[in-house]
């Protein structure tokens, strides 16, 4: 625990049990402002999240009174900065119900995560003939990795599709996966259609077979609590950015017995016990995967935005969401020219869509004239894009901080849109 | 709205609901790829260059937002017969009025109609859209293979 943080408050839980989402505006100071004369409307949580005071406050608190490098020094400031770095790492852990702090390695984000286990894990444990499996509608960065995995190691990257719902196809998962299947990449929620994967089954699956499972959970942390000892996932990989935290942090979930077995990834300073010329001894985890100074205040800063998320909840986070993806969801069918893209059953709070006649990048422009900031584009995620038939589209994705009143200033725009194109 | 009508003006839509010179070309002595990365659009763009080095011909194909559409659209419309060296002048003049700086136009060159197109200046996210026809435009007079990207 931080102790110099003084215990999380429970600020925006009103009585009764939901959110108390006008105290909770509050909270992120980049909300209090106008653009182009109206409100903000802040639509793109899935690229990344605002900040709450608490995030900015924590990082501000460290650096004015308990920076210096950590384990490095006997020095009181050392040994404080030490502490809240390490302190965090118990928060995550409790977080994601992992089993231990040397299963929690900080990485820069979801991305690096993912390049981590692929060099590592993949350069130590994949070989020819042998497959990697991925899905239609992974975001590029855990596809990329595993191509240059596959490149390096000869290889085969193989892919389950979709169907027009943005749902993965199980019965081709369960056909592709064999004896040759070494690992399994998948993400938990897609951050281009929202859809939530059955992954605790697909782990079970792959297990089966003999595969390890790295689930990118990027766009599941900020939404749903995640177990990944009840999950039973190998590796699991997210970002703080999205997570209301600072950018340029992440975590790298790994099972113990699967990280002592791989190689270190980088090499430098921290993650060694002896150097000589003649050969290195590792450092013990999580330490061998955390080469260099690491990024000391985007940890503090993790850690304020796990306290801040888990004292609202992560249940009540949901279903306020929840209740504001119905809202738009039913919006969205009444609107005439909106064809919604990931129709899931299981979905998180992600509406991604496309107008007739118009292009979503000139409904994004529409869109930020009134305020309203949204994603518009392919959202790193060319193969969704592909099977939809669709160069991009437009992504509404909210966050706990949203409101009914925001979604439906996000239709009156969308109106204004059609007007001024015509449709 | 108001302002964004200086953006999305009646000749913008115009060209953008019917797009001018949009199709393949037969015979076209140069032809190059443009794809913007950020928002997906991609055009193909077809020349044909006589002997004396004038542009006889200009098709574009392609798929993009309304400003892609409409610059390309109007650009096709403005190089016609033009010769290879006027072209490069235009290419200059509109990246400068695109970007919003004048002191790069060339005064003795009359946009014409491409001067419908300098309300991007105000959206630095939208400048790429209006110049992706003509950044495919010196790749296909360059005799470029590969698709040129705007990022």
């Known amino acids: ?423 | 709205m108001s302002d964004l009508r200086e953006l999305y003006q009646e000749v913008i839509m115009d060209h953008n609901r019917s797009p001018r010179n949009c199709g393949p070309l037969e015979g076209a002595s140069h032809k190059a790829e443009g794809f913007n990365p950020l928002c997906g659009d991609q055009l193909q763009l077809y020349l044909y260059v006589n002997d004396d080095s004038i542009i006889e011909k200009v098709r574009f194909e392609g798929k993009g937002c309304a400003i892609s559409t409409a610059s390309a659209s109007i650009m096709t419309e403005t190089l016609h017969g033009r010769s290879v060296d006027e072209a490069n002048r235009y290419f200059q003049a509109f990246c400068a009025l695109a970007t919003g700086e004048r002191e790069g136009l060339d005064q003795d060159l009359d946009l014409g109609k491409l001067e419908v197109l300098n309300g991007v200046r105000e959206y630095p996210a939208r400048v790429k859209c209006a110049t992706l026809a003509w950044h495919t435009l010196q790749a296909a007079l360059r005799g470029d293979k590969t698709p040129i990207k705007t990022e």
């Open chain 1, 1 to 423: 625990m931080n102790h110099l943080m003084g215990a999380p408050e429970l600020p925006g839980v009103a009585a009764g049990l939901a959110l108390d989402v006008d105290s909770i505006r509050g909270d992120f100071p980049v909300l209090q402002q106008q653009v182009h004369g109206h409100p903000l409307v802040y639509l793109d949580s899935g690229a990344s999240a605002q900040k709450p005071e608490a995030v900015i406050q924590a990082m501000a608190d460290y650096y004015c009174k308990d920076h210096a490098n950590v384990h490095r020094g006997v020095h009181t400031l050392s040994q404080r900065a030490t502490d809240r770095y390490e302190g965090v790492r118990g928060k995550v852990r409790d977080f994601i119900h992992a089993g231990s702090t040397n299963e929690i390695v900080y990485v820069r984000g979801t991305t690096e995560a993912i390049n981590l286990v692929a060099s590592s894990y993949g350069q130590a444990f994949v070989g020819p003939k042998d497959e990697v499996l991925v899905t239609e509608m992974e975001h590029h960065s855990n596809i990329v990795p595993w191509q240059l995995l596959c490149e390096r190691t000869n290889a085969t990257l193989k892919v389950v599709p979709i169907d027009d719902r943005g749902e993965l196809i199980l019965d081709r998962y369960r056909e592709i996966l064999n004896e040759r299947t070494r690992i399994v990449a998948i993400t938990q929620v897609s951050n281009a259609l929202g859809t939530i994967n059955p992954v605790h089954d697909m782990i079970t699956m792959a297990h089966d077979v003999g595969a390890v499972v790295l689930v990118d959970g990027a766009q599941a942390v900020p939404h749903m609590s995640v177990d990944v000892t009840d999950l039973d996932c190998d590796f699991y990989a997210f970002s703080g950015h999205k997570l209301y935290g600072p950018t340029g942090i992440g975590v790298l979930y790994g099972r113990e017995s699967l990280l002592n077995a791989m190689p270190p990834w980088q090499g430098g300073g921290e993650m060694i016990t002896k150097v000589r010329f003649e050969g290195s001894e590792y450092n013990e985890l999580p330490y061998k995967f955390e080469a260099g100074t690491p990024d000391i205040a985007g940890v503090v800063g993790l850690g304020a935005a796990i306290d801040y998320v888990a004292g609202l909840g992560l249940d009540l986070i949901n279903e306020h969401e929840q209740q504001l993806l119905a809202h738009a969801t039913a919006r969205a069918a009444e609107q005439s020219g909106m064809r919604v893209i990931g129709t899931a059953s299981d979905k998180a709070a992600i509406l991604s869509f496309e107008l007739e006649g118009i292009h979503p990048h000139d409904i994004g422009t529409v869109l930020d004239h009134e305020g309203i900031a949204v994603r518009t584009g392919h959202h790193c995620a060319m193969p969704v894009m592909e099977h939809f038939g669709v160069p991009a589209t437009v992504r509404a994705s909210l966050g706990l901080y949203n409101t009914r009143a925001e979604i439906d200033r996000l239709f009156e725009a969308i109106d204004k849109a059609q007007e001024l194109f015509g449709q």
